[in-house]
């Protein structure tokens, strides 16, 4: 199949941190066989894009959005659909999962993905090219002769390391890594995201990220992260990256093992993360401050 995958920006030249969610998305669905168009959709550019997708001829596309771009999704799935009505559209992403039969019924779409992405679509997308319905396919709600269809959720990816990295050459990384990047106080045009684990088991009252990727932490191996890092010096020039892991430290044991891979290797790579106070200890910043760790937030 031919899909096209959105993810419809917040701000005008809102281009800091790569759509990395879709970006994996993007590389389940090649490692499947299908082709795939990626836009990290930014407002300015809307009328440019939709010529674009026209000129892929898309038999899918999907559109992911936060809340607080709801209405710049709305509207850019109303252009689309205008131009391209006959395509089977779809959405899914934090605000769908968190909102489905909003999304169903306000975006009109022929179906939603709820939750982790990555095996589902690759499921949806060969029923599609079979001509096969979505009854029984985990993690999609749809509508049937009027009536809403929802086939539960699905299990959680449980082998992180089974998903290819995200599928940056699909778009012009370049916007992403100019100065000053994402790191405060390192300006630099070679800065990235990556992310290391999902799930996180605190309650913290102003995310969500537990509607996605549940409350049990699930990690990528310390050897498939570090080659990542080793494929993006190599492909980008990348120099800093930024962890955007819910608390990158809940495990030391794997926190050690990363910072004595890095040295390993011979990797001076700058980074950045996220914690919290009672999840680590002065003994471990210490240790990755000597492995590269320059702002912990």
């Known amino acids: 199949m031919r899909v096209t995958l959105i993810n419809s920006q917040v ?97 009109d779409v022929n179906f939603i993905i709820i939750g982790e992405g990555e095996d589902t679509v690759v499921e949806v997308c060969d029923r599609l090219e079979k001509k096969e319905g979505l009854a029984g396919v985990k993690g999609v709600m749809y509508r049937e002769n009027g009536k809403v269809v929802d086939n539960g959720p699905r299990d959680l990816i449980r082998d992180l390391d089974s998903i290819p990295f995200p599928a940056r050459h699909l778009i012009d990384m370049s916007p992403y890594l100019k100065p000053p990047g994402i790191i405060r106080g390192y300006a630099d045009k070679s800065q990235t995201t990556i992310v290391t684990s999902r799930g996180c088991p605190f309650k913290c009252i102003y ?24 494929h993006l010096d190599r492909s980008y020039g990348i120099r800093g990256i930024y962890f955007c892991d819910d608390t990158f430290t809940l495990s030391a044991k ?20 996220q914690s919290r106070v009672d999840q680590t200890d002065e003994d471990l910043m210490r240790l990755m401050k000597k492995s590269g760790l320059v702002q912990l937030d």
């Open 11 to 107: 701000l005008d030249g809102n281009n800091v941190v790569p759509p990395l969610g879709l970006m994996y998305i993007a590389a389940i669905l090649e490692k499947a066989g299908h082709d795939v168009q990626l836009h990290d959709a930014d407002p300015e550019y809307h009328d440019t894009i939709v010529n674009e997708i026209k000129d892929f001829k898309p038999d899918l596309i999907g559109l992911s959005f936060l809340t607080v771009g709801y209405q710049r999704a709305f509207n850019f799935i109303k252009l689309l659909k205008k131009e391209l009505p006959d395509v089977t559209y779809c959405a899914g992403g934090v605000h769908t999962t968190v909102k489905p039969l909003e999304t169903l019924n306000a975006f």
């Open 207 to 230: 995310c969500g990220s537990h509607n996605i990727f549940g409350r049990k932490t699930r990690r990528r191996s310390v050897k498939n992260v570090v080659d990542e890092i080793e």
């Open 254 to 273: 794997w926190v050690k093992e990363y910072c004595e891979e890095l040295k390993k290797r011979g990797l001076k790579t700058k980074w950045a993360c």
